[in-house]
């Protein structure tokens, strides 16, 4: 075996030669472009069409966020309704119930004025006379009722959920409808619209093969 040095000196004119090579191919591959590049095959064109612009991209996410804080800066309703605000009335309650159904006040009627009550956020209000129009009278008093069970409190409460429920559904945001929903939904009704008028001609062509034939 050869010594390492003697080696080392042998060798020394190739590694150089192998580093140069590789600086070169290097080099050659940054660059190396293809001669199908898109600039060369449409010089006219404008290469970057795909991407999406950072300003773009900003306006969007600044829109949807000002919406976002719209919608959070809107007055909530906590839920809590004060019973001095209500008008509670009492009476007998129909139906079976044994001897005590004509003696006992269970049925509860609860109403307020929607446009004067405090603790209920003035943007749920227009909603809420939209949603409970057949609640309302023309006086602008929103009616609760309830005989549900034979104790007046029990009563009492479930008007206060109804009431509660009502409000909550009335101050629902729905979450806006993106693009890619909206063609979703316009394919879906054209498909259900196509396959309603294609039954239609195969009922039409059915009902045309049953009739007598012209003598």
């Not at 003696?103 to 446009?115: D, I, M, Q, Y």
């Not at 227009?126 to 057949?134: A, R, T, Y």
Request: with cysteine.
């Amino acid at each position: 075996m050869l010594p390492l040095r003697t080696f080392l000196i042998r060798h020394r004119y190739n590694f150089k030669h192998v580093l140069k090579a590789q600086d070169h191919l290097k080099v050659l591959n940054a660059g190396y472009k293809s001669h199908l590049s898109l600039d060369k095959i449409y010089p006219n064109s404008d290469s970057d069409y795909l991407r999406i612009k950072k300003s773009d991209l900003g306006s969007a996410k600044k829109g949807q966020q000002q919406e976002e804080v719209s919608d959070q800066s809107k007055e909530q309703f906590s839920g809590f309704i004060p019973i001095d605000s209500l008008q509670i009335i009492t009476s007998r309650s129909s139906g079976p119930g044994g001897q005590g159904v004509n003696t006992a006040n269970s049925k509860v009627e609860v109403r307020f004025h929607l446009e004067s009550a405090e603790w209920i956020p003035n943007w749920i209000k227009p909603k809420l006379s939209e949603q409970e129009q057949g609640r309302l009278t023309k006086d602008g008093y929103l009616i609760v009722k309830s005989d549900m069970t034979r104790k007046q409190l029990l009563n009492q409460a479930d008007c206060m959920n109804k009431i509660r429920q009502m409000i909550f559904t009335a101050s629902f945001i729905p979450k806006k409808p993106t693009k890619e929903d909206v063609e979703l939904h316009e394919k879906r009704k054209n498909k259900i619209k196509a396959e309603v008028l294609r039954e239609k001609r195969i009922r039409s062509v059915i009902k045309s093969s049953r009739s007598n034939p012209e003598l």
